[in-house]
């Protein structure tokens, strides 16, 4: 039986954690993950940067604005 490889495009990262306008990073809430939605409201909510899960081992910190613009120029 072949393994089943997933792609990032797939499925939205998971968010691990935000910064915000409080100039900290906080934990996110647990089963967060990062669309096209999320980025927005987070965005409306005053939070600017995540650290997403990219891998099993690996983590990037990503911008909640570029996220955002890309949403709403997709539709």
């Not at 940067?49 to 996220?67: F, H």
């Amino acid at each position: 039986m072949s393994r089943r490889h997933s792609r990032p495009s797939a499925r939205p990262a998971r968010i691990l954690e935000l910064y915000g306008q409080d100039l900290r990073w906080t934990a996110a809430d647990r089963g967060l993950h990062l669309d096209a939605d999320t980025a927005e409201r987070l965005h409306d909510e005053g939070f600017t940067m995540a650290t997403v899960r990219v891998g099993l081992w690996r983590t990037k910190r990503v911008s909640i604005n570029r996220w955002a613009q890309q949403g709403s120029s997709r539709r």
